[in-house]
């Protein structure tokens, strides 16, 4: 009887079970020794892993230890730490202790036995180690300013060639390249010379008097050879005509500075003044003004200064609405202010009341809200119901013009730019204005000037009493103040005849009372080209009578 052979791979095979009617038979292969053989397979297969356990071919005996994840991690020089539970690889970054070197670029650095940079700085001169000449084989000068060399002379033909000279005398001149010569100055027409070869001294040049005085002149008479001859004031002739763009300064900015004594300089205060501020008699232009009445963009302002510090003020909108107030503001000298504005009567608001046509007979108009829109050369609409004040946006249509900045313009019979193009030489009138020292115009038409107003044309006075000035545009705006005793009529004399189509006459008495203020006069009087009639409805006291007259 033999042993059964070892299997050479052994795995996990099944038992095999006999049946009761099933012949066994032994030897190789025999059915007898199936089972057993299948039994000895299991067991070197057992046998096979444990031996590889206790090797350590396999991981098993030691696996349990990883039920819980163990953290592996590094100090030192370095930090870094994973966890691992043996279900994978892992990894993590590692951070390197700082050596104590700042982070930078270094020429010089210094290392410790780990080969870490402990500390840097740049390189210097000392760092570099003596070498020897045969050491530099490139980068080396050809010149003595490439080694500095400061004690040398550089090779030069030129010299070269003044040594060849060999102590001629004269003055030594470059004559070309690696060449020169001795040479001498030597007398010229109007000039004399003394010791010309330099040889005794320095060569000296003296000129010959031209003949001119010495001094200043505006004008001189040169000779052939440049010098002059004679000289003069310059006179008038002398200037040539210039053309106006060529002055660039010394204009004058104001008629007088131009000596025009037929102009009228229309007063404008700047956009967005205080009225507050404004206590100088006058007429004025006014726009986006501080403290003006409600809605008042842009109209005239009318300044009459009264008794003492005492200030009278009328605004006239650009809706044909007169204003009105007074007061002793700080601004004048007072130690009060302005009365409130108030609204004056208009012919057409005295006609109404007269009439009984006032605002209620038309309130119920707006009982449906009413669309109030615009067209031509603008779009605009709002809805308007009388409960308030009503705004849109007005969008001007084109006029025809691109946009953009022209030097100049056309425009259409409504101010409207409808074309542009660059100034030209023949748009500027000519002549340098400080060469001009006579024959200049003291008058608009004699200079061209169409942009300002004579004053022919635009009559004006201020006084105590009143104020009066025909405005560019044809109208005229009066203003004053009249006494008129208790129930009498004064005849106003207007200081111009005044054509028809009046815009306003208004008459209010005037009071510094506490109660001063604007109140109706009662009545207007019938009005003529040259006067207006105001009658003192009190009859209790004489009264200080405001009026003002804006008309064409």
Not at 168 to 180: F, K, R
Not at 292 to 321: E, K, N, W
Request: with cysteine; proline share 5%; glycine share 14%.
């Amino acid at each position: 009887m033999t042993a059964l052979p070892n299997p050479q791979k052994p795995g996990w095979p099944s038992i095999t079970q006999y049946e009761v009617t099933e012949r066994l038979l032994g030897g190789p292969g025999g059915p007898l020794n199936r089972a057993p053989a299948e039994l000895l397979e299991r067991t070197e297969f057992l046998k096979k892993q444990i031996n590889d356990i206790v090797s350590g071919a396999l991981v098993a005996e030691y696996a349990d230890r990883l039920k819980t994840p163990r953290n592996i991690a590094m100090t030192g020089d370095g930090s870094w730490s994973v966890t691992f539970d043996g279900n994978g690889n892992v990894s993590g970054a590692l951070t390197l202790a700082s050596s104590g070197v700042t982070a930078g670029s270094y020429g010089m650095v210094t290392v410790d036995a780990k080969g870490r940079v402990t500390a840097g700085r740049q390189m210097q001169a000392v760092d570099v180690p003596a070498l020897d000449w045969s050491k530099i084989t490139s980068g080396k000068p050809t010149t003595l300013a490439g080694y500095g060399i400061t004690d040398a002379q550089p090779l030069s033909a030129d010299l070269t060639a003044l040594s060849d000279l060999k102590g001629s005398v004269g003055l030594y001149v470059n004559t070309g390249p690696g060449t020169c010569a001795a040479r001498s100055l030597a007398a010229g027409q109007g000039v004399t010379v003394s010791n010309g070869d330099g040889k005794n001294g320095n060569p000296t040049v003296a000129l010959a008097n031209s003949g001119a005085a010495a001094g200043s002149y505006g004008i001189v008479t040169v000779d052939t050879m440049g010098r002059v001859t004679a000289g003069r004031q310059m006179q008038t002739a002398d200037v040539p005509a210039l053309d106006w763009s060529k002055i660039t300064s010394g204009k004058p900015t104001t008629l007088a500075g131009y000596g025009i004594q037929d102009g009228q300089v229309v007063g404008a205060l700047p956009d967005g003044a205080d009225l507050d501020k404004a206590v100088v008699s006058g007429c004025h232009y006014i726009s986006n003004p501080k403290n003006a009445p409600a809605g008042v963009s842009y109209g005239v302002l009318s300044v009459m200064r009264g008794a003492g510090d005492t200030v009278i003020q009328f605004v006239a909108g650009i809706t044909g609405r007169v204003w009105f107030r007074n007061g002793n503001p700080q601004a004048s000298g007072g130690g009060g202010k302005f009365q409130n504005w108030e609204s004056l009567a208009t012919i057409t608001d005295i006609e109404n009341i007269k009439s009984g046509r006032d605002a209620v007979a038309y309130a119920n108009s707006l009982k449906t809200p009413r669309n109030i829109s615009m067209t031509g050369d603008g779009s605009w609409s709002v809805a308007f119901d009388g409960s308030g004040n009503a705004s849109g946006a007005l969008t001007l249509a084109n006029s025809g013009v691109s946009a953009g900045s022209y030097g100049m313009v056309t425009v259409d019979a409504k101010g409207r730019v409808t074309a542009g193009r660059q100034m030209q030489a023949a748009d500027v009138p000519a002549l340098d204005w400080s060469k001009i020292t006579s024959g200049k115009p003291t008058t608009l038409d004699g200079y061209g000037i169409a942009d300002a107003i004579p004053q022919a044309a635009m009559p004006g006075s201020v006084g105590s009493e009143n104020i009066w000035q025909r405005l560019p545009n044809g109208s005229v705006f009066c203003a004053g103040r009249v006494n008129i005793p208790a129930g009498g009529t004064v005849t106003v004399a207007l200081p111009i005849s005044m054509r028809t189509g009046f815009a306003a006459i208004i008459a209010v008495p005037m009071s510094v009372s506490a109660n001063a203020g604007a109140y109706p006069f009662g009545g207007a009087e019938p009005i003529d080209m040259s006067s207006i009639k105001i009658k003192n409805h009190y009859t209790y006291s004489s009264l200080v009578f405001a009026y003002l007259v804006w008309g064409a």
